[in-house]
């Protein structure tokens, strides 16, 4: 196991202004060490993760970090920057720059050293080594471990307090909390040591599992028993909810772990004293939401809906996108009709290319055949654990038998949550309890929603969704050029956030039970989702001289994000000028829209962008469209931040001697 950070990959004076900037500077550093292999496809992925959460923390550090194909072994660059740089933290910029790049498959070993590192950023005394030391290698060797750092100063919050007399001490309070973030690499481990410091500076005994990417070693049984609260600070569920059971739980997000330990520890005190308690352990009702709340925990009704409605999304997503680009491919090769062929298990022949294509077909149908129980079974885990799995399944199997569709889906898996969620309030003998989340639940939960959809809800639904179908079979001219446009809208104004996903769940559920309706709504909704990248790309070719030099490199990535249909490869443009960016990629992305259902294109893959133009309906109408509108948002970017340029000296060569206002 080669060294995670080596002095080449130092930088003492970052001369970056920006976090792009400073990610590229240090990313330059890890591909002259052969660590990574594409500058730009990593970048690429560092600026995704970034957009989801800002990676500056207190203390002036930031970790801009990410998994990326393009990283060949974990590896951590650092830059110490003078100036500081602005990564989102709220104390503000950071001048402690650490770049971590894991592998798409990293090994338990590496990213164990990476979460020791991530501790060891809240400590004052190592930050404070790191700003003193002046040779690169030192600092490197201080990072890996090899130096011990500087004692901690005398006040800080992460001294020990000094021991009391046991005679006299009360019992110590005592907490457990599960830390865990979407990345696992560094905010699940520096929430638990920021946890971990406020209660030793309080006096609170604290026990911490880290439910990261190195996988995570479940607390010891008595050590939550003899818990007084809970603390999740977290980002993505927290894994085998029920241990918790009976305990005060303050659920909230991962950053509040590592911003506001000693808020949420005062959080668990009050409610350890008010008496406020959950009840996992025997399959009932979820605990009470904290001080500040994650996205997927707590938070008002309409934020925990789309949670739910997304956490079905996520997990069916992959069915559409391998189960669509099967049957494309099988169109492709044997033709539409190769939809009907009798069934390969019965009649297949090696040498025929209809043979091969029906087999395709076929696999893909399979696929397809899983949407909708899928949407409906994640719908209701989301919401209510593993007890929902099988009702939510079973749910989304009749949504199929009594032609619901995709409606019918959504409304099964919000059924078989809420009903799993009022059968864990039921107060049972503790002998059950054992088999409440395993056999009872899903039993008396699954009767209800199998009730439920067969005899109440389940027909105006599926009437519902063939009205849908109908009105989508039946647009044409102005409806269908609105719907495109608004589809458009939503797909570019927030370039991968919730309302890009939500346009994206609403095409590809068509593809569950494609009909010609469907199908053009899949079209434009990824021809506008390539308008944003496409276009910046654009931009910065014909007027280089309105960019800075990092986001004409940004534009060269975004030629193939743009053509791949990766929304997200527009999104350092978007943060670094929002105001005149979103506007103009929006207006081309509605132009897209309208002019792709106005077309009548149609696609039936969820994803691919220009690699499955071969299969589309239309295909010269549709790049005709795609063109018209990145021309849209090419020419709206260039004219809006032409207008805010101030005067300057005639551009070198290479146009870095432009200067553009901030």
């Known amino acids: 196991m080669s060294e995670l950070i080596t002095a080449d990959l130092v930088d003492l004076d970052l001369s970056a202004e920006t976090k792009d900037a400073a990610a590229r500077s240090l990313a330059g550093r890890m591909v002259e060490a052969g660590r990574v292999t594409d500058l730009d496809g990593f970048l690429a992925d560092v600026a995704a993760r970034e957009a989801q959460m800002p990676t500056g923390l207190d203390g002036g550090i930031g970790i801009p970090h990410c ?19 602005d990564f989102g933290a709220p104390d503000g910029p950071a001048d402690l720059v650490f770049l971590i790049a894991a592998p798409a498959g990293a090994d338990d070993d590496h990213l164990t050293i990476l979460s020791g590192l991530a501790r060891r950023l809240m400590d004052p005394g190592f930050t404070g080594a790191l700003r003193a030391e002046a040779d690169p290698g030192a600092a490197a060797a201080l990072i890996r471990g090899e130096e011990v750092p500087a004692a901690v100063p005398e006040g800080s919050a992460t001294r020990t307090p000094e021991p009391a007399d046991t005679d006299a001490a009360p019992e110590p309070f005592r907490i457990v909390a599960v830390t865990s973030c979407p990345t696992g690499i560094a905010h699940t481990y520096m929430a638990a040591e920021s946890l971990e410091a406020a209660a030793r500076a309080e006096g609170v005994v604290l026990d911490v599992e880290t439910q990261g990417s190195a996988g995570f070693e479940r607390l010891d049984p008595a050590v939550i028993a003899a818990a007084d ?68 925990a707590s938070g008002h009704f309409g934020v925990r809906l789309r949670t739910y409605l997304m956490s079905g999304v996520s997990y069916m997503v992959p069915f559409v996108a391998a189960g669509g680009l099967l049957i494309a491919l099988s169109f492709a090769i044997g033709g539409y009709e190769i939809a009907s062929a009798k069934s390969v298990a019965d009649h297949f022949v090696w040498g025929e290319a ?77 002998t059950l309890r054992g088999i409440m989340p395993v056999l009872v639940i899903p039993l008396l939960a699954s009767i209800a929603v199998g009730f439920l959809m067969f005899i109440v809800v389940g027909k105006p639904i599926a009437s519902l969704q063939n009205a849908l179908t109908d009105w989508l079979n039946g647009l044409s001219g102005s409806n269908a050029v609105i719907l495109g446009v608004v589809l458009g809208l939503m797909m570019c104004f927030d370039m991968g956030g919730p309302l890009n996903k939500v346009a994206y769940a609403f095409a590809v559920g068509g593809l569950a039970d494609p009909t010609p309706g469907s199908l053009k709504v899949m079209a434009a909704v990824m021809a506008a989702g390539m308008v ?131």
């Open 229 to 296: 609260a809970v603390i999740w600070a977290h980002d993505v569920d927290v894994r085998e909810k029920a241990r918790f059971g009976g305990k005060p739980v303050v659920d909230t997000g991962v950053k509040a772990g590592i911003n506001r330990p000693a808020e949420l520890i005062a959080e668990a005190r009050r409610k350890a004293e008010r008496g406020e308690i959950s009840r996992f352990a025997d399959g009932r009702d979820e605990a009470d939401s904290g001080t500040g709340g994650s996205a997927g």
């Open 354 to 430: 209809a043979s091969w294509a029906a087999l395709l077909n076929q696999i893909g149908t399979a696929a397809f055949g899983f949407l909708v129980p899928v949407l409906a079974g994640y719908i209701a885990y989301g919401m209510a654990d593993r007890p929902a799995l099988v009702p939510g399944f079973v749910g989304g199997a009749i949504a199929l038998t009594i032609d619901a569709g995709f409606l019918g889906g959504l409304v099964a898996g919000l059924l078989a949550g809420a009903a799993v969620m009022v059968i864990q309030r039921v107060k049972v003998h503790p």
């Open 532 to 662: 944003p990248p496409l276009a910046l790309a654009l931009a910065t070719t014909v007027r280089r001289g309105l960019f800075t030099a990092t986001e004409r490199e940004n534009g060269r990535a975004a030629w193939v994000l743009g053509a791949s249909f990766i929304t997200e490869g527009a999104i350092p443009f978007a943060a670094a000028d929002p105001l005149r960016v979103i506007p103009s990629v929006m207006a081309g992305g509605a132009v897209t829209g309208a002019l792709s259902m106005a077309f009548g294109c149609t696609l039936r893959a969820p994803h691919g962008g220009v690699f499955v133009v071969p299969l589309i309906g239309e295909p010269f109408l549709y790049l005709l469209a795609i063109a018209a509108g990145t021309a849209v948002s090419t020419a709206l970017v260039v004219v809006l931040k032409g207008m805010r340029r101030t005067p300057a000296p005639a551009p070198a060569e290479d146009g870095s001697g432009v200067t553009v206002a901030a």
């Open 67 to 85: 998994r990326s194909e393009h990283v060949t072994e974990p590896t951590l660059a650092f830059g110490r920057s003078a100036g500081g740089i």
